[in-house]
């Protein structure tokens, strides 16, 4: 674990506030910013290292937190018009976390609506934009999260994850995002303890060492969580060193491929060569049920947000954002059936997943298999095209992770995904580290920041 930091934490709690002060009002990646908070926050950090304490190894990280996580005296939205918490009364677990670690939150992120678009176009807080093309979407639902850590407004992000909303928007912002097993991390993120059932939290940073630090400080039985796993958490980081001789990568020859744009199937396709060139074991594989996941995984996850969130079909239409009534109209129409029928099918599916993690380590494939979309109205079909390859994951409860990979022509940032066996996190993590130090998509910086 890293645990050094080059600067004081009020100096890079400074910088993040200059660059919220200049590129905030491009791309909206904010719902609440915590200045005053911030700065005597990182002062009482500096003074613990200035009188020989050392605060912790996330000391010199700023972090900003998607709007569905409770942070102390900050309003949670969760991308509404209103507020749950007008004043959260205390940090979440994963927030006590990190805070213990020594990081400083400077701010909440935006968000799409109770995390139910893939766009982050909220008409409540605003539409986030992409740092990389100002007329793109920054993707969702943890857009603000991705945006802002691209537009360098603070190291890291916490995000959650449903059905790519960590990943997606990752790939479309051109930084790392990973959503860890079920259960890894705490699911108390608010005062309500009702959580949706293929949600997690995560990471997401411009380096997969630094999501590796912030994963591994949240990273902890929550006893207080239904949800919690209590089993033996893996921190150990190879930082790369040893490459990647070994691991066995799985190449799918079904479905994740299909379809793909040929500028995207190029990137990632010379990716997986760059990691066969690192020592990996690259081979063909039939990832089973692939095509029928979503037929079976979509009636699920929107009867499961109906239910959380059903009510908000009661408010005024003017207050509604089309986008949420279509999903949560869809969970209402589940039948008792059809979520069965879906529930079953699930248990075969994930057994079939284990058959298939015997034989290799990792799955890899395009994270956004489509060009980043322009802000505006996405079609159904087009939502489901940026969300296709990101089902399996949550629907299995297994890890994946997002990593830059390359540009498209249009300068747009290309995303590789690495899919693992249930709490194979490190093994992500390790390889996406092994990745970027053989490569250096991840330096490249949005022309919006130079």
């Known amino acids: 674990m890293i645990t050094t930091a080059s600067t004081s934490a009020e100096t890079e709690v400074r910088v993040g506030l200059d660059h919220i002060e200049k590129y905030e009002p491009e791309i909206t990646s904010l719902i609440t910013v915590r200045q005053d908070e911030a700065i005597a926050e990182a002062r009482r950090l500096d003074e ?9 190894p996330l000391y010199g990280m700023t972090l900003t937190v998607k709007d569905n996580f ?63 093309g100002l007329d793109r979407i920054a993707g969702g639902s943890s857009g603000g999260s991705a945006a802002g850590v691209a537009a360098r407004i603070a190291t890291a992000s916490i995000g959650s994850d449903s059905g790519g909303s960590i990943r997606i928007p990752a790939s479309l912002n051109g930084v790392v995002g990973l959503r860890p097993s079920a259960g890894r991390l705490s699911n108390r993120r608010t005062a309500s303890t009702r959580v949706a059932t293929f949600t997690v939290g995560g990471p997401l940073a411009r380096t997969a060492v630094d999501a590796a630090r912030l994963f591994h400080a949240m990273d902890a ?24 001789r070994g691991l066995r990568i799985g190449v799918p020859t079904n479905y994740f491929m299909d379809g793909v744009d040929s500028e995207i199937l190029a990137a990632v396709n010379a990716a997986i060569g760059t990691l066969g060139d690192l020592g990996a074991e690259i081979t063909d594989v039939h990832v089973p049920g692939a095509e029928d996941c979503r037929t079976h995984f979509y009636p699920m996850v929107t009867a499961n947000f109906f239910a959380l969130y059903g009510e908000y079909l009661d408010r005024p239409a003017e207050d509604l954002d089309p986008e949420v009534v279509m999903s949560l109209e869809h969970g209402r129409s589940v039948t008792a059936t059809q979520f069965a029928e879906a529930a079953m099918y699930r248990q075969s599916f994930i057994r079939n997943l284990e058959n298939l993690f015997d034989d290799i380590d990792v799955f890899v494939c395009p994270t956004v298999p ?21 089902f399996v994951q949550p629907f ?39 990745f970027q130090n053989a490569t250096s998509f991840h330096t490249q910086r949005p022309a919006l920041i130079g």
């Not at 613990?48 to 304490?53: F, H, I, K």
């Not at 390359?406 to 249930?422: E, F, H, K, V, W």
């Open 48 to 56: 613990q290292v200035e009188n020989g304490v050392w605060p912790g």
């Open 70 to 132: 409770d942070v102390a005296g900050t309003p949670t939205t969760n991308g509404t018009a209103f507020a749950y918490a007008p004043q959260a009364s205390e940090d979440c677990f994963v927030i006590d976390r990190v805070k213990e670690a020594g990081a400083v939150i400077l701010g909440k992120a935006n968000q799409s609506e109770y995390c139910q678009s893939v766009t982050n176009q909220n008409v409540h807080h605003g539409s986030c934009r992409n740092p990389w």
């Open 221 to 244: 039985y929550d006893p207080a969580d239904v949800t919690s796993v209590d089993r033996r958490r893996d921190h150990t980081l190879a930082l790369g060193r040893e490459g990647l």
């Open 370 to 390: 489509i060009a980043t979309p322009r802000l505006g109205k996405l079609e159904h079909s087009e939502m489901m095209d940026v969300s296709r390859n990101n």
């Open 396 to 434: 299995a409860g297994i890890p994946a992770i997002s990593i830059p990979c390359g540009l498209r022509s249009d300068g747009m940032p290309i995303g590789l995904q690495m899919t693992a066996g249930y709490w194979k996190d490190t093994v992500l993590l390790n390889a996406a580290i092994a």
